[in-house]
């Protein structure tokens, strides 16, 4: 196994899609009430069960990412794209929903650096900095 397979793409879309997916779950009738007081903006426009479903295909869509590397754009900007939603959806209520933003703003600058640094050669040397 490649040392460097931690800092891979595949890696990345793997995290972004296991979050996703918890997240969808987390919606669902049998984790959530459907009937309980909308906890941010988007909720007020859908019910939980509506939101699970982009959460869960965001969420195949980056697992299939890490066989179909082809796929990580659209993944990624799926993934992120939710994360962001969210993030905005929560500072929108006010009050403290600024605290649950600062997760879902986190993992979306936290992405956009990771996915935007492209790759990255690395080596096992120690650079040697040469005085004047």
């Known amino acids: 196994m490649n040392r460097n397979w931690i800092s891979s793409d595949a890696v990345g879309v793997f995290i972004i899609g296991m979050a996703a997916l918890m997240r969808g779950i987390s919606y669902m009738p049998f984790m959530v009430n459907q009937e309980r007081s909308p906890a941010h903006l988007l909720e ?3 019910p939980p069960t509506m939101w699970a479903w982009p959460w869960l295909i965001s969420g195949v869509l980056c697992l299939a990412a890490i066989i179909y590397p082809r796929l990580t754009p659209p ?12 993030s905005v959806s929560f500072l929108a209520m006010g ?13 979306t600058a936290l992405a956009l650096w990771a996915f935007s640094r ?4 690395y080596s096992a040397e120690v650079p040697v900095l040469k005085g004047d």
């Open 95 to 107: 009050g403290r929903g600024w605290v649950t933003s600062i997760g879902y703003g986190a993992v």
């Open 118 to 121: 492209g790759r990255l050669q």
């Open 75 to 86: 993944a990624v900007g799926a993934g992120i794209g939710l994360h962001f939603l969210w």
């Open 44 to 46: 007020h426009i859908a």
